[in-house]
């Protein structure tokens, strides 16, 4: 996977995209990735960027031409395979579905907005636009990065195995199951024996049971969208039920 962004900010990627996982991925050639300063499109001496809102109001706007500009020459090299994504906070809230959905495509061009915004008609350029979540942020550059982490650790050969990415939260649709490492025991608090008790089978059963108990006492609202059981759904909504009952809104 070959992934682009576009950004006012290039510098701010360069410490992200080297390190830790991302870093390995590159080395391993499972990805690559090319930042871009969105100025080397502009066509003023001042290499401007951002204008002043039609009719009025706080703030700037981004101005189309620099964003069709880069879209153009970083396809021309291939057309078809670039997805557009537009990072903005009107956009779909990215999960682990979309993830996956992103981790089979062959290129991705993420387009990083600023200020106040993009001019609407940069919204045709995109094939998606894509929102982390519902607060504020200063611009597109830090849900980029979220993306691009959630994307990169899907392709095949970044993590350590196969079942690392499947057993993680979210990707049951639910949380992940609570995880121990050395002392057994450590501040009178002990590791649950089943872990300790090499019964694979046992400890598999364990870990679902814990997982859908943490996610019905965490994240209710994954409940009825998860793939459980019938004896797993009637666990959980009764312990959203129980929860509730005692006024628990963890």
Known sequence: MHIDVVTIFPEVFGPVLSSSMLGIAQDQGA???AVHDLRQWTSDRHRTTDDYPYGG???MVMKPEPFYRAVAELKASDPTSATIVLVCPQGRRFDQDLAEDLAGRERLILLCGRYEGVDERVRDLADIEISIGDYV?????LPAMVIIDAV?????GVLASHEAAEEESFSWG????????????FQG????????SGDHARIAAWRRVEAV???????PDLIPSADLTPEERAYAEK???????EGDFR
């Open 31 to 33: 990805v690559t990735f």
């Open 137 to 141: 942020l200063t611009g597109g550059e």
């Open 57 to 59: 109001g706080p703030g």
């Open 174 to 185: 639910i949380l992940e199951y609570p995880q121990y490492t050395r002392p057994a025991s």
């Open 213 to 219: 108990r943490r996610t019905a006492e965490r994240r």
């Open 152 to 156: 990169t650790r899907l392709q095949p």
């Open 189 to 196: 608090k002990d590791v649950p024996e089943v872990l300790l």
């Open 239 to 245: 312990l959203i039920t129980d929860t509730f009952k």
